[in-house]
């Protein structure tokens, strides 16, 4: 049962779906037509000492037909494209909410004078800067750690370590939406119109734009039951409490939005569209990748 004042660490609630995704791209980039290069997600996977994350890296095929992982690389690429992009328009402050282990301030080829801002939980940001010092990885961008939790007071946090609000930022919020609350959902992208100026970008993942909640639920519950990484229902983790529609608020707060499902994705990155069941297949042509601009 979620809580409002919960925490966790990179072991335990939301924080093992860091871990999950982490393994996740380190499959990813295993293979031969791989999409992404992330040697970090490796790093934190053993880090973590949990056989249920280790195990598959050890043996791909525990987790080849798992719908999830045929789409990772799909929207890594996305959201990795997505900051490049942002970047060639003259953009040089990022922000990656609940960045979780994202490794792209160290991965991404970013221009001269970029600066990264990553928030997240505090013991999930302990665990991931530890693996890093151990490795003496080196960022490819000035990097800013923010640790604060999105269900509170983060933009005075964010500004404090640097963050210009007056200057247009490239945004992400991938993979986080769903985890928070519906008034903590809704102030989020409150808080990210008011800090972003005229030429500021926004990406984010949904569930699939009008899907219906209690089947999704249905959905969601029968594939975590058949976890390989033995997780439980990840669908406890999940928040369904009453909430704004992303892309049309921000579409009535001027922004201009496009959104994007997983076969377009497929068609972009040239990849055949992922092999799903029947009742998945479904949901990998409704949108979950979206792009907003002021």
Excluded at 110 to 117: A, L, R
Aim: aromatic letters at 10%; one cysteine or more.
């Amino acid at each position: 049962m979620r809580t409002d004042g919960e925490s966790w660490d990179i072991a335990s609630g939301v924080g093992v779906t860091a871990l999950r995704a982490a393994t996740y791209r380190a499959l990813e980039t295993l293979r031969p037509d791989a999409l992404i290069e992330d040697r970090y997600a490796e790093w934190f996977v053993d880090a973590a000492h949990d056989p249920r994350f280790t195990s598959p890296l050890r043996d791909p095929t525990l987790v080849e037909d798992r719908p999830f992982g045929q789409c990772m690389g799909l929207r890594t690429t996305f959201f990795d494209d997505f900051f490049l992009t942002a970047a060639h328009t003259g953009i040089r402050q990022s922000v990656i909410l609940g960045a979780g282990l994202d490794a792209r301030t160290y991965r991404l080829e970013w221009p001269p004078g970029m600066t990264v801002f990553e928030i997240d939980m505090p013991a999930v940001l302990e665990f991931k800067e530890h693996v890093l010092a151990e490795h003496n990885a080196r960022t490819k961008a000035h990097r800013r750690v923010v640790a604060v939790d999105l269900r509170g007071d983060w933009p005075e946090a964010l500004v404090e370590a640097g963050f210009d609000p007056h200057t247009p930022a490239a945004w992400s919020a991938e993979g986080l939406l769903t985890y928070l609350p519906g008034r903590a959902h809704d102030e989020l992208l409150v808080r990210i119109d008011q800090l972003s100026q005229p030429g500021s970008h926004l990406a984010f993942t949904t569930v699939p734009t009008g899907a219906d909640p209690a089947a999704l639920a249905a959905i969601r519950s029968k594939y975590s039951d058949v976890s390989p990484f033995g997780e439980g229902d990840i669908t406890e983790l999940i928040h369904t409490d009453a909430r704004v529609d992303p892309a049309h608020w921000l579409t009535e707060h001027t922004w201009a939005v496009r959104q994007f499902s997983t076969d377009e994705l497929a068609s972009i990155y040239n990849r055949p569209p992922p092999v799903l069941p029947d009742e998945l297949a479904a949901f990998s042509r409704q949108s979950t990748c979206t792009v907003a601009l002021r």
